[in-house]
């Protein structure tokens, strides 16, 4: 048996590794061993990781007996509140900190299920309501592991952190306004975020955020992701939405070549006129030159009509109500306390809102997503998918946007930045990053594409040829010495 490098672990995608495994080339602790390496090179700078428990890893892999397609690699799930019965969490928050779970949660036993070797979690913005991942629970804020000055995006940014310094190959992540995409972007690796019922939420939660909230997994390969909604994709018993079909195996059509040239509708501007950086403009530039040169068609087209800054108060009502029903569930069990010393400003802001919010401004909230989940399904009926930049800026600077605005400004800043994606949350389609770009500092900048609801098989499918075109896998940060 080889002992695998450190850098000949990072360059694998989690496939190859789970060949690597099936061929008996190395084993599951030595799998773990290197993960629990590199996070520990990366973290005094990256502060990705929480309630890491390195016995735990080695145990979990010490016992592992290969099963799904990934058979026994090491594996992250976010802080985002999944629960699960080995690993504590804190959902970003000081409040919930050292919480944990009797139970697993349906998707963490799939994960399992899956091959994966959860061993510890992934760094989150406080209650996963920022793009940024800067929460005060950890002592200091998460970095981009391609300049640590900036940040890896949010909520899901230790996620994609840990994922694009080469720690995992795949990690969970969780998006309710664009919280996969975000970091995927920041990051430069591959972020899916599925069609809305299409993974379990439960057994303890139906939905999260209003219906805009869904999970899946940051990879750096398409075929990775592909992999893992094969082993986490499908309803389950007596959630409230109903899951969209899907193939017997996304990763078997990957390489299936469409029957027609794929039609594509190209946004270059925003709502209200809300500025895109020129980066973010030569990504969407340079995917279109590699659309076109696999044979599909690229057309500029109209935004569809959305008030966006009535979409965004929308947004913050929701998010603001879900903080009290949080808090407040907690504040219950400890009648005598004060959360004002354990929440962030803008989340305690956002937690006075909601115990004032009118169930009529609430409901017409959800009511305007409704809106916009036909609108846009009507809009994309006249193409096969949508493609825009992700994000309007390339990753911000550490600090840029802060948790110590109030609420509603705070999320205002955040809906200039993250313009085309939480829309998309409203809706319930799926849509990507696909990391096809790099600015003049060498920081990722990805471009976004959008399919039909229930369209993942497809999505991925395009998603492969790009890849296939335009690879990314191979770019990987230095390991701090």
Known sequence: MNVINLEEYRSLDGLVLADRLAKGEVSPVELMQAALEIGARFEPM???????????????????NRKGPFGAIPFLLKDSGLASRTLKGSVGSRLFEGSGSAIDATLTSRFVEAGFLPYGRTTVPEFCMAPTTEAAVYGGPTRNPWDFERSP?????????????GIVPVAHGSDGGGSIRIPAACCGVYGLKPSRGLVPYGPLRGEGWAGLAVDGVISRSVRDTAAAMDSIAGMERGQPYAAPGRPDSYLALLDRAFNRPMRIARWTKAWD?????????????????????????????????IKYASFIEAIIDVMATNVAVTVGGVLRSRPDGDPRDLLEPAIHDAYQMGRTMPAERYALAVT??????????????????????????????????????????????????????????????????????????????????????????????????????????????????
Request: charged fraction near 20%; include cysteine.
């Open 46 to 64: 990256l502060n990705a990781l929480c309630y890491i428990d390195p016995e735990l890893g080695l145990s979990l892999a010490r016992a592992a």
């Open 153 to 165: 995006g949010g909520s899901s940014g230790g996620a994609a952190a840990a994922v694009a310094a």
């Open 273 to 305: 006129d809300i500025p895109i950086a020129a980066e973010c403009i030569a990504a969407l530039d340079k995917a279109t030159k590699t659309l076109s040169s696999l044979g599909h068609e690229v057309i500029d087209a109209d935004l569809p009509e």
């Open 368 to 481: 305007r997503f409704h809106g916009i989940g036909r609108t846009l399904e009507n809009y994309i009926a006249g193409f096969d998918f949508i493609l825009t930049p992700t994000l309007t800026k390339p990753p911000l600077r550490l600090g840029e946007l802060s948790m110590s605005d109030d609420f509603r400004s705070f999320r205002r800043k955040a809906g200039l930045y993250t313009t085309f994606l939480a829309i998309i949350n409203a809706s319930g389609q799926p849509a990507a990053n696909i990391p096809l770009h790099r600015d003049a500092a060498g920081m990722p900048i990805g471009v976004q594409l959008i399919a039909p609801f229930g369209g993942e098989a497809d999505l991925m499918r395009l998603s492969a040829q790009i890849e296939s075109e335009a690879p990314w896998g191979h770019l990987l940060p230095p390991i701090p010495i």
